[in-house]
């Protein structure tokens, strides 16, 4: 077992570079497999959702090769089977991305019922309903999703609510559909644009990604690309605010500041000093933090990847914050672990009020999820004395090298591995 063991207190200053968008990533690698041709793929993050989408594309025939620490060749010339087993896609919410690329590949996919982090009820309908639409027979029958089409041709597609994933499956499955496929109601994120930049780059014809009508003109055949990942605004975002919660002053690089608006609006309101360059952004701390109130939403509204990180803030903030969850059902597990740290938080159903204490202290604590488990470790760096963090495996999920650029900044934090043996002769 690992854990995070933070001495807080210590003002966060200095440069962090980002890394490459995980929820760009995870549908761009998948997305290759769409080509007739290798692809290579620059700014790929360094992380264990990567490793599992390496593991899935070679299970599948595909040959992976890393050219460097963060590029990668992907050849889909021999793809054998477009089966995704239980035992890889249970660990990763985005393996359900292997339907969409599989579909418009080989014209059939079956794959486990994905895993990742548990938000509440995660269902694939508006998935299944796309690919429906298309011409594709779908079943879920003992865990497995299958779906199937001798043809698939375009269509005219409503989704009933707003979602990332289905907007990502089904423009894979379109690309290759017989005419023009019109996405109503798509997600926006800045990880669908660079979806689509991306397969519009192996020649496909999408139009409209980053707005919510996007249409794609089915083409007949896919070549290869070379292609870099757009920085990772989650993780921007998360030192953003580990700047102001530590009273730092962090120089966040290698990001693309507009996709950070909504983060850099509350964070100001909240009383950090944001100062935006061209490719980075700088936060510093230091002041008062005052009360603040936040609603998660679609991009470009404050992203629910974002709510566990603000809330730690407003804990240490003057006064109470209300924080709406209006994405996911039960995206407030965390709150039992920040209340260990003194935090004043209640919750009932999607909507926390967060009494404001000023300061945390540290304890043991349980990262629940991957952005949990970032919020853990900002409330653990702006805490007092010692926080032990465990279950880490879910930070590594998504956040490359997380202590080592925290330590650069000037964190007094390790990662701690604890042999099995030496757990077992603790129980
Ligand atoms: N939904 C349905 N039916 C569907 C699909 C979604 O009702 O068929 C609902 C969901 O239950 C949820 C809402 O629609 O209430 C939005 O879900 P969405 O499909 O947008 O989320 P997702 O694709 O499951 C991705 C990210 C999440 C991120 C959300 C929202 C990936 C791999 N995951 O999830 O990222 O929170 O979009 O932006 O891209 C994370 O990185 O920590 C993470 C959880």
């Known amino acids: 077992?690992?854990?995070?063991?933070?001495?807080?207190?210590?003002?966060?200053?200095?440069?962090?570079?980002?890394?490459?968008?995980?929820?760009?990533?995870?549908?761009?690698?998948?997305?290759?497999?769409?080509?007739?041709?290798?692809?290579?793929?620059?700014?790929?993050?360094?992380?264990?959702?990567?490793?599992?989408?390496?593991?899935?594309?070679?299970?599948?025939?595909?040959?992976?090769?890393?050219?460097?620490?963060?590029?990668?060749?992907?050849?889909?010339?021999?793809?054998?089977?477009?089966?995704?087993?239980?035992?890889?896609?249970?660990?990763?919410?985005?393996?359900?991305?292997?339907?969409?690329?599989?579909l418009g590949k080989v014209g059939r996919a079956r794959v486990s019922m994905p895993g990742g982090c548990d938000l509440g009820a995660r269902p694939v309908d508006q998935h299944?309903?796309?690919?429906?639409?298309?011409?594709?027979?779908?079943?879920?029958?003992?865990?497995?999703?299958?779906?199937?089409?001798?043809?698939?041709?375009?269509?005219?597609?409503?989704?009933?609510?707003?979602?990332?994933?289905?907007?990502?499956?089904?423009?894979?499955?379109?690309?290759?559909?017989?005419?023009?496929?019109?996405?109503?109601?798509?997600?926006?994120?800045?990880?669908?644009?660079?979806?689509?930049?991306?397969?519009?780059?192996?020649?496909?014809?999408?139009?409209?990604?980053?707005?919510?009508?996007?249409?794609?003109?089915?083409?007949?055949?896919?070549?290869?690309?070379?292609?870099?990942?757009?920085?990772?605004?989650?993780?921007?975002?998360?030192?953003?605010?580990a700047a102001a919660a530590t009273g730092g002053d962090i120089l966040v690089r290698n990001v693309i500041p507009k996709h950070l608006e909504s983060i850099t609006v509350k964070l100001q309101k909240i009383g950090a000093y944001v100062e935006e360059f061209d490719d980075s952004i700088r936060v510093t701390g230091g002041g008062p933090l005052v009360k603040a109130n936040v609603k998660t939403m679609p991009h470009p509204g404050f992203p629910t990847d974002m709510q566990p990180q603000i809330t730690t803030l407003l804990t240490l903030a003057e006064g109470t914050s209300i924080v709406t969850e209006s994405i996911f059902d039960n995206r407030f597990k965390y709150v039992d672990e920040l209340r260990r740290m003194g935090a004043d938080i209640s919750v009932d159903g999607r909507v926390a009020v967060v009494e404001g204490v000023g300061r945390l202290m540290g304890a043991p604590v349980k990262a629940t999820d991957l952005r949990a488990g970032a919020a853990l470790v900002i409330a653990g760096l702006a805490a007092s004395g010692i926080t032990e963090i465990e279950e880490i495996h879910h930070i590594e999920r998504g956040y490359e090298d997380m202590e080592k650029k925290l330590r650069a900044l000037g964190a007094d934090m390790k990662k701690i591995s604890i042999p099995e043996s030496v757990l077992a002769q603790a129980l």
């Open 1 to 102: 077992m690992e854990k995070y063991i933070i001495k807080g207190g210590n003002r966060l200053h200095g440069e962090v570079t980002i890394s490459g968008a995980k929820n760009a990533a995870v549908a761009i690698l998948p997305a290759a497999l769409l080509s007739d041709e290798p692809c290579i793929i620059e700014n790929v993050p360094n992380i264990s959702d990567i490793d599992i989408t390496i593991k899935i594309l070679l299970s599948l025939g595909a040959e992976v090769k890393m050219l460097d620490k963060s590029t990668l060749r992907i050849d889909p010339r021999r793809i054998r089977t477009p089966v995704v087993e239980y035992d890889l896609a249970k660990n990763m919410r985005a393996s359900y991305y292997f339907l969409g690329a599989l």
């Open 128 to 241: 299944l309903k796309g690919f429906n639409s298309l011409g594709a027979e779908c079943a879920v029958d003992h865990g497995m999703i299958h779906v199937q089409a001798d043809r698939l041709v375009g269509a005219h597609i409503y989704f009933d609510v707003v979602t990332v994933g289905a907007t990502i499956n089904v423009m894979m499955a379109a690309v290759k559909a017989d005419g023009l496929t019109v996405i109503e109601n798509a997600a926006k994120e800045p990880h669908i644009v660079d979806l689509a930049n991306f397969l519009n780059s192996m020649g496909a014809d999408i139009m409209g990604a980053g707005t919510d009508v996007i249409k794609i003109r089915g083409v007949k055949a896919l070549h290869g690309a070379h292609y870099s990942i757009i920085p990772d605004q989650i993780e921007a975002g998360t030192f953003m605010v």
